[in-house]
């Protein structure tokens, strides 16, 4: 009897989330929904991790909206999300009750799945919306962030996923945002977290230097219960690896995949012209799809290279990018080795920019790696280099408790700031995570004259 491999698609979150900076609009993604519903998936990755923001900010749709208008057309496949633990979709850390009342209404607007992780695997950041997922109904896939370093051994994740599973998730992942597990590492990792954890396990990568077809290969001969893949369009390079491709590799090799490939070829169908009209307009740029070997030496993912030269080029100094390379791992050592995950990696590489460019090590410290080094965000996996805290921090001393616990309640608050232009508890919600974007968005909706600019008019009357 075959052995079953499924599959989570992943073109509407984080496919193209990697290539096309998740400008695709809800327009876009509609004529696809019956196809992906049919194909055979054991779920669809569709809403979290930047995809709010960029509705709010760039594309004028409502998140909460096009959440539910996806599962009013996707009837019988899981609905998945991504969920920066307490950091929610943003980039800090939100009060306990922000936090339960967003998982909530998540799962009541359509998600089944809540696949929740913590930048620093700090299992203390993981508590509140595991327990808030369980409470709502959904299934909580709690994930593990993926590194290397002298820390990141494979028993120290096989511990963590123990850690884990302690806390009432009901599936593992594995979560490679950089694409640097390799083939090899991963058959090992899998096998021995499945010998110690009776859960069903996931694996998440990227192919942005190459391996990441090998690695799912082995993953799933390890025993990987589900793999995450990208439909042809908008898979590879920074990406997942392709849908198809690993469908009919894994098929040959014996694997039940349950998909029907008929459906997913009339999703690329559709989408390879997408991709097209994002490449003519600038906004997919081809060096995303070229294969980044570095990546494995300096364990940077893909999408914070692409920043990074994007950067140095509108400072001038792009010559100097190798130096600011060079210095992304010694910055990370320094920190104690966090994982270069959202909101990690874009913390990291400014800090190292920062420092090549003043010419001085952290002569200049943006406020995020102070609070960072203040143990705000949680606990490093690895001490911070002392002379490096002194910089940074001086004499205070770093908090030890969950960093959420010296948060208070705000919702209250936030429902009297935004009364004004919410309409529901999701548009609350909105106003919580993105301030800014979502005023401005609520504003556009409610009053047609919410952003035309004051006029001054000078009238002058003739005696």
Known sequence: ??????????????????????????????????????????????????????????????????????????????????????????YRNYPDDVVEEFVK???????????????????????TSIRAAREAGGQVQAAICYTTSDVHTVEYFVDLAAQIEQLGADALCIKDMAGVLTPAVAFDLVSQIKARVDLPLELHTHSTAGIGQMTLLKAVEAGADIIDTCAAPLAEGTSQPCTESLAIALSELGYDTCLDLDQVELVSQHLAPVRDRFLADGILNPKVLAVEPKALLYKVPGGMLSNMINQLKEMGIENRYSEVLTEVPRVRADLGYPPLVTPLSQMVGTQAMMNVISGERYKIVPQEIN?????LYGRPPAPIDPEVQQDIIGDDEPVSCRPADLLEPALPRLREEIACYARSEEDV?????????????????EDPFYDVPVQEVNVSIAV
């Open 1 to 90: 009897m075959a052995k079953t491999v499924k599959f989570t698609e992943t073109i509407l979150r984080d496919g193209q989330q990697s290539q096309i900076a998740t400008r695709m609009p809800l327009s876009d993604m509609l004529p696809v929904l019956p196809a992906l519903d049919a194909a055979g998936y054991e779920a669809l990755e569709v809403w979290g991790g930047a995809t709010f923001d960029s509705c709010l900010r760039f594309l004028n749709e409502d998140p909460w909206e096009r959440l539910r208008t996806i599962r009013k057309h996707v009837k019988h496949t899981k609905l998945q999300m991504l969920l920066r633990g307490q950091n929610l979709l943003g």
């Open 371 to 375: 609070d960072y080094v203040h143990g």
């Open 105 to 127: 209404k998540s799962v009541e607007n359509g998600i089944d799945v809540i696949r929740i992780f913590d930048a620093l695997n700090d299992v203390r950041n993981l508590t």
């Open 429 to 445: 919600l909105s106003y919580a995570l993105f301030p800014e974007q979502a005023r401005d968005f609520l504003g556009r909706r």
